[in-house]
Structure formats: structure tokens, C-alpha cells
T-cell receptor, first 114, second 113 residues
Framework: AQSVTQLGSHVSVSEGALVLLRCNYS??????LFWYVQYPNQGLQLLLK??????LVKGINGFEAEFKKSETSFHLTKPSAHMSDAAEYFC????????????FGTGTSLTVIP | NAGVTQTPKFRILKIGQSMTLQCTQD?????MYWYRQDPGMGLKLIYY???????DKGEVPNGYNVSRSTTEDFPLRLELAAPSQTSVYFC????????????FGPGTRLLVL
């Protein structure tokens, strides 16, 4: 069974500061991992994903994440927060079988303080 | 491409009423999904489909039905609306399995009173 834990339902950072959003997963098979962003009253947009290969993946808007198998983690980072980064962020895991079902974390709301 | 479209954007239902949430994608994706999003709970999978004529239950299917007569459309049916079905519903699609991206629609906000 797959599951995702996002530590911290709310994270606040100052503009220009490092953004770190935590995601730990549980998977019985090699996972596929995703980060999505949701702006108010909108659907989810893909930020980045890990499937195979390089464990450090780069996404849109300057975000990146590193797959660490030993820690079962896929934390999302951005070196310098921008006001426009304020949104809800969801981590998801898929095992790639059984209809490619995704299992989502409960989300982290990011606030950027000017 | 319009991507994944959903209608309506918002709806208020009375308890016991029925309605269909529409979802259409124009990307020729064979996999489609319905999720509900409740505050603080993330997204939960209701039903999914791996192709026309094939559907299967997700994590929270009770109170819902789906059909998939075409590749493009994947409607979600609520037969007897209950307050517990107040939520935001998202439709998504993907081209194939094995970890490929799911693309999401803008959502339907449903309020059951």
C-alpha cells in the first residue's frame, strides 16, 4: 500500500528565504513521486516528478526535490521564496500499476511574508 | 487543447437530489479519475477508468457512480445527495500508467444542504 505524509500543514517563510516542504512516503514497490501546486480556487498543477534516474529533479518556478530512498523522502525546496509561491502544495506517490492511482498527502499551505 | 474541463463550477443541492458532474478531456488520455478534496484531508480517489467501458472503485466510492462510454468523457453521478458529499471534486486524466503525470481540471464546488 502507498501513503504520503506531509509534515507541517502550514509553513511561513519570508520573501527571499529558503522554502522547504517535507514529504515522506510509504511504498511497497519503487515509487513514482510528484509535487503539485494548487492556487486558490484552481486545480492542481504539476511542479515536478521523479520516476527513474537522477534523484535530484528540477521543476517549474525554481523548485526542486530530491528522492532519498534510504529516508523514504521527497522534500521540496526553493532557494528564494517569492510572493507568488504562496499556495497549497501536495505530495503524491504512485506505484504505476492498478490504474496509476495516486495517493496524496494532506497538503502544506505556504505563506510568504513580505 | 483545452485539457481537462469540468462543469458546473459550483452547485448547491438539496439533500436527496441527484446530479451529474461532467468531465471531458481532449488529450486522448485513456486513464481518467475522480477525486474529492475536503479541507485538511488532501485528495481522495473516488473512481477511476483505464479506458472506455472500464471503471473501478477508488478509496471513497460510496454514494457515487461513474460511466465511461467514450475516451473523452467521464461523468460522476450522485444519486442521493448527502451533506457528507459537500466537497470540491476534481477530475484528472493521464495518458498511460507507470508514473506518468495526471492532469487536473479546475474543479466543481458542491454544497449539499
Amino acid at each position: 500500500a502507498q501513503s504520503v505524509t506531509q509534515l507541517g500543514s502550514h509553513v511561513s517563510v519570508s520573501e527571499g528565504a529558503l522554502v522547504l516542504l517535507r514529504c515522506n512516503y510509504s511504498s511497497s514497490v519503487p515509487p513514482y513521486l510528484f509535487w503539485y501546486v494548487q492556487y486558490p480556487n484552481q486545480g492542481l498543477q504539476l511542479l515536478l516528478k521523479y520516476t527513474t534516474g537522477a534523484t535530484l529533479v528540477k521543476g517549474i518556478n525554481g523548485f526542486e526535490a530530491e528522492f532519498k530512498k534510504s529516508e523514504t523522502s521527497f522534500h521540496l525546496t526553493k532557494p528564494s521564496a517569492h510572493m507568488s509561491d504562496a499556495a497549497e502544495y501536495f505530495c503524491a506517490v504512485s506505484d504505476g500499476v492498478a490504474g496509476n492511482q495516486f495517493y496524496f498527502g494532506t497538503g502544506t499551505s505556504l505563506t510568504v511574508i513580505p | 487543447n483545452a485539457g481537462v474541463t469540468q462543469t458546473p463550477k459550483f452547485r448547491i443541492l438539496k439533500i436527496g437530489q441527484s446530479m451529474t458532474l461532467q468531465c471531458t478531456q481532449d488529450m486522448n488520455h485513456n486513464y481518467m479519475y475522480w477525486y474529492r478534496q475536503d479541507p485538511g484531508m488532501g485528495l481522495k480517489l473516488i473512481y477511476y477508468s483505464v479506458g472506455a467501458g472500464i471503471t473501478d472503485k477508488g478509496e471513497v466510492p460510496n454514494g457515487y457512480n461513474v460511466s465511461r462510454s467514450t475516451t473523452e468523457d467521464f461523468p460522476l453521478r450522485l444519486e442521493l445527495a448527502a451533506p457528507s458529499q459537500t466537497s470540491v471534486y476534481f477530475c484528472a486524466s493521464s495518458y498511460s500508467p507507470q508514473g506518468l503525470t495526471q492532469y487536473f481540471g479546475p474543479g466543481t464546488r458542491l454544497l449539499v444542504l
